[in-house]
């Protein structure tokens, strides 16, 4: 495999892309794909760039992974492993901003203008990367903002696993884009794992293109950030594309997590899988904003959308509002919501059984969550997701024989 990281000029995009988000503005709740999420605040602050200073965690990283980046405030500090991978500035130039739509998305057009560093990886057709390829990236400092740009591209046929992992210290703002191409009968399995600090901003876009037979399964874990927007953007532009996108959001305290996303059904014979499931506690608040569009053309599609939500406190506000587009009728949709608390008859039920009320309790919060760290593929990102819901709700999730905290 080959990894790396771009270092292009792109002046004539980044100075477009610069401009545009001068037309556009920093969105307001008056924007209707924004009314749930105030960024005044991001807007009114200096933000600066940062040398990469900050030590990498070593819990962060896996050592197990068959190629590993690390990144520091937007810059490339470590490239491990990674034999194969052709990675080089014609493909960058091929597909950097194509996909990822920075004249209708401020914090797109932004991070394109921005961006110093990502990870450009390129699958050749047919080839198949063992194991998996991570990407962590570090922030540090207050003030301090960086823009990533990660492009993946998955040749025809080919196979790659991709991790995504955000963490940091400090009142940073990471403003991250990741474009995803799937050519024909491409199979990619992507995580995105964001554990920012509870003090950082954290604004993200994936932008997903699929071409003909391929199958994209892409799993947003939002554990950390005091304010985080995930934009899923997905486009099945191949006849007999399939996607899956599943979502776990836990949070605490005053924390503000908002899942948008949309699943453009382009072409026929496509499936398209969403499940989003939340945790909240405290005066936290999460949103799932999620749309399903079906063209006049796209006959025999099947979706799903469906969004689940668990209220620990009184406090805790969740927004959900599942929406499908359809413009032809030959087609399989369903979807759905639903938001509640902890289920008093399996409570009973436990403590019948002997069982602590605090840890019946958890044991039905991790079995909330376990629908979606279950269907985790890699095992040492499964086993990061837990570790770091325990350390972010300890009142809440058991521990787990052999597991620490």
Known sequence: MSVAAPEHDLATVREQAAQRFMQLGWPTTQWEEWRYTNVSSLA???????EPSASVPEKSRHPEAAAELVFVNGNLVESRGGQGIVASRPELDRHFARYADYQRHPFTALNTANSTDGALIVIPDGAVVEGFIHILFVGDGDGVWSHPHNVIVAGRNSQVTVVETYVGTGAYFTNTVTEIVAGDGAVVDHYKIECESLAASHIATLQIHQ????SV???????GGGLVRNEVNVALAGEGASVTLDGLFALTGTQHVDNHTVIDHVKPHCTSLEL??????????????GRIVVREGAQK??????????LLSETAIVDSKPTLEILNDDVKCNHGS???QLNEEALF????????????????????????????????VRTHVRRVMFEAMPQHLPKRPGETR
């Open 276 to 289: 989003y499931k939340g945790v909240l506690d405290g005066k936290s608040r999460g949103i799932f904003d």
């Open 44 to 50: 009114k602050t200096p933000w600066r760039r940062a």
């Open 338 to 340: 639903t938001i509640g």
């Open 217 to 223: 399964t892409s799993r947003q874990i939002s554990l």
């Open 211 to 214: 071409e003909r037979s391929s």
């Open 301 to 310: 599609t099947s979706s799903r959308q469906t969004n689940h939500n668990l």
């Open 349 to 380: 039920y436990l403590r019948a059984r002997g069982i602590e009320e605090a840890e019946a309790r958890s044991l039905l919060v991790l079995a909330f969550a376990g629908e979606i760290i279950d269907r985790m593929k890699v095992d040492a």
